[in-house]
Nanobody, 121 residues
Protein backbone atom coordinates (compact mmCIF):
# COMPACT_ATOMS: atom_id res chain seq x y z
CA UNK A 1 0.00 0.00 0.00
CA UNK A 2 1.32 3.42 -0.95
CA UNK A 3 0.84 6.69 0.90
CA UNK A 4 0.73 9.87 -1.19
CA UNK A 5 1.62 13.36 0.01
CA UNK A 6 1.35 16.43 -2.18
CA UNK A 7 3.43 19.58 -1.70
CA UNK A 8 4.40 22.72 -3.56
CA UNK A 9 1.08 24.53 -3.64
CA UNK A 10 0.73 28.19 -2.79
CA UNK A 11 -0.32 31.63 -3.97
CA UNK A 12 1.00 32.91 -7.28
CA UNK A 13 0.12 35.70 -9.68
CA UNK A 14 -1.33 34.97 -13.09
CA UNK A 15 1.43 34.09 -15.52
CA UNK A 16 3.58 32.61 -12.78
CA UNK A 17 4.72 29.04 -12.16
CA UNK A 18 4.51 26.41 -9.48
CA UNK A 19 5.88 22.90 -9.22
CA UNK A 20 3.77 20.36 -7.38
CA UNK A 21 5.38 17.24 -6.00
CA UNK A 22 3.62 14.00 -5.12
CA UNK A 23 5.78 11.97 -2.77
CA UNK A 24 5.19 8.28 -2.25
CA UNK A 25 6.05 6.15 0.76
CA UNK A 26 5.57 2.45 1.26
CA UNK A 27 6.14 1.44 -2.35
CA UNK A 28 7.87 2.77 -5.44
CA UNK A 29 5.61 5.02 -7.49
CA UNK A 30 6.95 3.62 -10.75
CA UNK A 31 4.76 0.57 -10.10
CA UNK A 32 1.69 2.77 -10.45
CA UNK A 33 -0.10 4.71 -13.14
CA UNK A 34 -0.04 8.21 -11.70
CA UNK A 35 -2.24 11.21 -12.31
CA UNK A 36 -3.13 14.64 -11.01
CA UNK A 37 -6.66 15.87 -10.45
CA UNK A 38 -8.00 19.16 -9.17
CA UNK A 39 -11.15 20.41 -7.54
CA UNK A 40 -12.22 24.04 -7.54
CA UNK A 41 -14.78 25.39 -5.05
CA UNK A 42 -18.29 24.32 -6.00
CA UNK A 43 -17.05 22.11 -8.84
CA UNK A 44 -16.44 18.41 -9.31
CA UNK A 45 -12.98 16.93 -9.23
CA UNK A 46 -11.47 16.91 -12.72
CA UNK A 47 -8.58 15.22 -14.47
CA UNK A 48 -5.46 17.33 -15.06
CA UNK A 49 -2.61 15.08 -16.20
CA UNK A 50 -1.44 11.47 -16.14
CA UNK A 51 1.75 9.54 -16.67
CA UNK A 52 1.98 5.80 -17.22
CA UNK A 53 4.11 3.46 -15.13
CA UNK A 54 6.67 3.32 -17.92
CA UNK A 55 6.87 7.15 -18.01
CA UNK A 56 6.83 6.97 -21.80
CA UNK A 57 3.32 8.30 -22.11
CA UNK A 58 1.66 11.36 -20.67
CA UNK A 59 -1.75 12.87 -21.21
CA UNK A 60 -3.29 16.21 -20.30
CA UNK A 61 -6.62 17.91 -20.02
CA UNK A 62 -7.17 20.33 -22.88
CA UNK A 63 -7.32 23.21 -20.42
CA UNK A 64 -3.71 22.69 -19.30
CA UNK A 65 -2.10 21.28 -22.44
CA UNK A 66 1.02 23.24 -23.36
CA UNK A 67 1.25 24.83 -19.90
CA UNK A 68 1.59 21.86 -17.52
CA UNK A 69 4.13 19.04 -17.63
CA UNK A 70 3.94 15.81 -15.63
CA UNK A 71 7.09 13.79 -14.96
CA UNK A 72 8.54 11.11 -12.74
CA UNK A 73 11.60 11.39 -10.51
CA UNK A 74 12.40 7.76 -9.80
CA UNK A 75 15.39 8.55 -7.58
CA UNK A 76 13.20 10.66 -5.28
CA UNK A 77 10.10 8.46 -5.72
CA UNK A 78 7.98 11.42 -6.76
CA UNK A 79 5.66 12.46 -9.56
CA UNK A 80 5.91 16.15 -10.33
CA UNK A 81 3.57 18.59 -12.02
CA UNK A 82 5.26 21.66 -13.46
CA UNK A 83 2.67 24.37 -13.96
CA UNK A 84 3.59 27.38 -16.09
CA UNK A 85 1.63 30.38 -17.28
CA UNK A 86 -0.89 29.86 -14.52
CA UNK A 87 -4.35 31.38 -14.85
CA UNK A 88 -6.91 32.30 -12.19
CA UNK A 89 -9.09 29.41 -13.40
CA UNK A 90 -6.31 27.02 -12.33
CA UNK A 91 -7.15 27.83 -8.72
CA UNK A 92 -8.09 24.56 -7.01
CA UNK A 93 -6.97 21.88 -4.63
CA UNK A 94 -4.67 19.54 -6.54
CA UNK A 95 -4.69 15.84 -5.73
CA UNK A 96 -2.27 13.08 -6.57
CA UNK A 97 -3.77 9.75 -7.63
CA UNK A 98 -2.17 6.31 -7.99
CA UNK A 99 -3.61 3.21 -9.63
CA UNK A 100 -2.23 -0.31 -9.62
CA UNK A 101 -3.71 -3.40 -11.23
CA UNK A 102 -2.52 -6.79 -10.04
CA UNK A 103 -2.21 -9.93 -12.13
CA UNK A 104 -5.79 -10.92 -11.24
CA UNK A 105 -7.14 -7.67 -12.64
CA UNK A 106 -7.95 -6.19 -9.25
CA UNK A 107 -7.44 -2.43 -9.26
CA UNK A 108 -6.08 -0.55 -6.27
CA UNK A 109 -6.47 3.21 -6.15
CA UNK A 110 -5.01 5.77 -3.74
CA UNK A 111 -5.41 9.51 -3.24
CA UNK A 112 -3.36 12.12 -1.46
CA UNK A 113 -4.93 14.80 0.72
CA UNK A 114 -4.30 17.58 -1.75
CA UNK A 115 -2.42 20.87 -1.93
CA UNK A 116 -4.01 24.27 -2.50
CA UNK A 117 -3.08 26.31 -5.56
CA UNK A 118 -4.36 29.88 -5.74
CA UNK A 119 -3.73 32.08 -8.76
CA UNK A 120 -4.48 35.77 -8.40
CA UNK A 121 -5.35 37.99 -11.35
Amino acid sequence: QVQLVESGGGLVQAGGSLRLVCGGSGEPLNSYDMSWYRQAPGKEREFVAAIGWSANSASYANSVKGRFTVSRNIAKNTVDLQMDNLKPEDTAIYYCHAVYEDSWGTEYTYWGRGTQVTVSS
